[in-house]
């Protein structure tokens, strides 16, 4: 046998048990995000992928799914991957050489539909707002006068700079007289605040699991209408992509056969993640989110912190914070790291932290953890900062509304 080659030393790695005492910081940044003991314990699972209990597991995601993204359609999957997968499946399969896309960007992931669109040779329009700002339907309206679109896509909750697309279901309706598919990135909103897709005639609409959802990164969902998929079985081929073609992907998820190997813990771990949804009801959960978003807003506020978005699109499930001049946030971050290990978010380019209120992140314990770290932090790093008063808040609000929801 040949000696290993000497110019490839063999590494001496801790394991991953001697890195956790500096890893297990509080995710309250903008995803991934804690989740429940249900889906940590089903995430660390390994079954057979093609087995009769991941039949029944599949069985009930769609089932789940049909409850979370309020939908009676037949065609929903769930993909090994990120959400962008879910998003690049949607314009891989929507989209083809002499298919027109209009894609409504106010941030970085709004925009991201477009820069897929162009890779599968779409002629693609954008109709851009400045980041910070929201979309609304009188200019998606204007713009789609004596245009001609098949497909416009939207996000619900812009994540890059925490602004909601309040008018959604006005968009919709503007993209469906107008005979445009509509397809909507619900990825850091699902289950954290209203969507409705079939009352809003949205025809497809994904999510990832590491946020709204609290479950492990690594699986998206996606959900299409009829009218979507009568599109799509148009395409006229060949695919731009093998793993992300629905009509492979309906082998696993319709007709229970083998198409690539499912990320089954992941599957089994998004089982949990909906059940668990379904058992809370989306109205509590829209309850709790709501509320422990305003709560933590409240605090900010009082602590002397500007919140980037106007109160009237202010996005709850990711919350923005502007930096206040002169202040490093890279370095109050890493503060609020070491001391308190809690973990925020930066930005793409605005000058601004985030805080994620999504799943787990929206319960009490979390919010005063946070919130005083935050401020804690942004003080030593010179900002004019009354933690205590942003803390009074915090309790405050609770106190007054939602002793026991959180
Ligand atoms: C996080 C996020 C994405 C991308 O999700 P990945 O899992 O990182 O691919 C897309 N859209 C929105 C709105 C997001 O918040």
Avoid at 138 to 152: F, I, K, M, S, T
Wanted: hydrophobic share 45%; with cysteine; glycine share 10%.
């Amino acid at each position: 046998m040949r000696a290993p080659d000497a110019s490839y030393p063999r590494p001496q790695i801790p394991s991953v048990n001697q890195l956790l005492p500096a890893e297990p910081l509080l995710l309250m940044g903008a995803g991934p995000v804690p989740v429940p003991t249900e889906v940590a314990r089903a995430g660390g699972l390994v079954i057979n992928h093609l087995g009769d209990t991941t039949d029944m597991v599949v069985r009930h995601i769609k089932e789940l799914c049909g409850y979370a993204f309020q939908t009676a359609d037949r065609h929903i999957f769930g993909i090994g991957g990120p959400a962008s997968a879910a998003m690049e499946m949607a314009m891989g399969n929507l989209l083809w050489p002499g298919r027109r896309v209009l894609v409504l960007q106010n941030g970085w992931f709004s925009g991201r539909f477009a820069e897929m669109a162009m890779g599968v040779g779409a002629e693609v329009d954008v109709l851009a707002v400045p980041e910070g700002e929201t979309v609304c339907a009188g200019r998606v309206a204007e713009h789609l006068q004596g245009r001609d679109y098949d497909v416009v896509t939207m996000v619900q909750g812009e994540t890059s700079s925490g602004v909601c697309t309040v008018e959604l279901p006005q968009i919709v309706r503007l993209c469906k007289e107008h005979g445009a598919l509509a397809v909507v990135d619900a990825v850091c909103t699902l289950s954290t605040m209203p969507l409705q897709k079939d009352e809003w005639g949205i025809d497809v609409v994904f999510t990832g699991s590491q946020k709204g959802l609290s479950s492990l990164p690594g699986v998206a969902l996606i959900s299409f209408s009829d009218d979507a998929w009568t599109q799509l079985e148009r395409h006229p081929g060949p695919k731009p992509h093998w793993c992300l073609d629905v009509l492979r992907a309906r082998n696993f998820w319709e007709n229970h056969h083998y198409h690539y190997t499912a990320p089954v813990s992941g599957l089994l771990a998004v089982h949990e993640a909906l059940r668990l949804i379904c058992e809370e009801t989306l109205e509590r959960r829209f309850t709790r989110h709501r509320h422990s978003s305003l709560a933590l807003q409240a605090g900010i506020e009082q602590m002397g912190l500007k919140l980037t978005a106007p109160e009237a699109i202010r996005l709850n499930s990711v919350v923005a914070i502007e930096v206040p001049a002169g202040i490093d946030d890279g370095r109050a971050r890493g503060y609020m790291s070491s001391r308190f290990k809690v973990e925020i978010s930066g930005a793409f380019g605005l000058n601004i932290v985030r805080i994620g209120q999504m799943g787990e992140q929206c319960r009490a314990p979390n919010l005063f953890r946070v919130l005083h770290a935050l401020g804690v932090a942004f003080a030593k790093e010179g900002a004019k900062i009354d933690a205590s008063a942003g803390m009074a808040a915090l309790e405050g609000y609770l106190s007054r509304n939602v002793d026991d929801l959180l």
